[in-house]
């Protein structure tokens, strides 16, 4: 009798330990059901908008023939790859992107970063929010507006340059559209001027959170603003932008389309400095409806943006593992 109550006693104990876990975990579900809820809509955007498309990562390797389907079109392996490769304008598209890209990502960030600690040292809230909404705003705008802003300003007839500028400087109308020269710092300040507003935000956020008490310490030690800025500020943001740099990287092989196609207004004489992966691919597929080589442009960039995320967070994480992105 007491050997099988020796025996049922451990057994009774692991049920009743099952049961309590079961209760907690139906009490976790019903705290974060609302949650979940929440979750479902961008999950189902996330699916729809991101993983959906890898299917048409076949067309990359395809000779599409629409008679015949995507599926049913004649494999050609790497093919599509190789017009792209070998087409004479493969370097220069390749060297723009990646120059013009690797520009904005530090540009912006050193931008956004000035920005956003000279707006937290504003105490009036009333201005802080006007200056915030201020910089935000040219990222809301469409790149067709911009477009023609920037139009506004170059017009070899009426823009702002030629007109006002220009002839207070005691110098000779340009021909905005049809010298390259000018325009790798054209799209640098419009591009700055466009996205640098939505990075300020999130180093803002960043800033505010840094506890007060280490610039209070700070100051009773006798340190200066750029003092306080380069031991505190700088430090502990140093996690949000490592993190903000890695996702631009992985995009470094993307271009702002609209960036490169609407603000030169796809003017042939720029084509040589303006001229990127994303153009290139659209003026290809306009032309020659070559669907295959667009689509082994897209797998191309996603591959190398993939590789370059992978690398440059490894390198982030044998330097600082705390500032790794994962």
Request: with cysteine.
């Amino acid at each position: 009798m007491m050997s099988h109550l020796a025996q049922t006693a451990p057994l009774a104990k692991t049920s009743q330990e099952t049961n309590i876990k079961k209760k907690q975990g139906l009490k976790k579900l019903k705290r974060y059901l609302p949650l979940f809820l929440l979750m479902i809509p961008g999950l189902v955007y996330l699916i729809i908008n991101n993983y959906l498309p890898l299917f048409g990562m076949v067309i990359a390797f395809k000779d599409i023939n629409y008679s015949k389907g995507i599926f049913g079109s004649d494999w050609i392996g790497l093919k599509n790859f190789e017009f792209l490769f070998r087409s004479s304008d493969a370097f220069i598209i390749t060297r723009n992107t990646l120059l013009y890209n690797g520009a904005f990502i530090i540009i912006n960030t050193v931008i956004a970063v000035a920005i956003a600690i000279i707006l937290n040292d504003i105490k009036n809230k009333f201005l802080s929010r006007f200056y915030q909404s201020v910089i935000v705003l040219p990222y809301l705008i469409s790149m067709v507006v911009v477009g023609y802003l920037a139009f506004s300003v170059f017009s070899i007839d009426s823009g702002l340059m030629n007109k006002t500028i220009l002839p207070m400087l005691g110098m000779k109308d340009i021909s905005w559209y049809t010298e390259p020269q000018y325009w790798p710092y054209i799209l640098t300040i419009v591009h700055a001027w466009n996205g640098a507003g939505f990075l300020c935000v999130i180093y803002l956020a960043s800033i505010i959170s840094i506890d007060p008490e280490y610039y209070e310490a700070a100051t009773l030690d006798g340190a200066s603003k750029w003092q306080q800025v380069r031991a505190i500020t700088i430090p502990l943001i140093t996690p949000v932008i490592t993190m903000m740099t890695l996702l631009a990287i992985g995009r470094i092989f993307y271009s702002d389309f609209g960036l490169f196609y609407q603000v030169p207004m796809n003017s042939g004489a720029l084509a040589d400095t303006t001229n990127v992966i994303d153009t290139y691919v659209f003026r290809g597929l306009m032309v020659l409806g070559d669907i295959g080589m667009s689509s082994a442009a897209g797998v191309y960039q996603s591959i190398v943006g993939f590789v370059l995320v992978i690398v440059s967070n490894y390198i982030v994480r044998k330097v600082n593992r705390e500032n790794a992105l994962f």
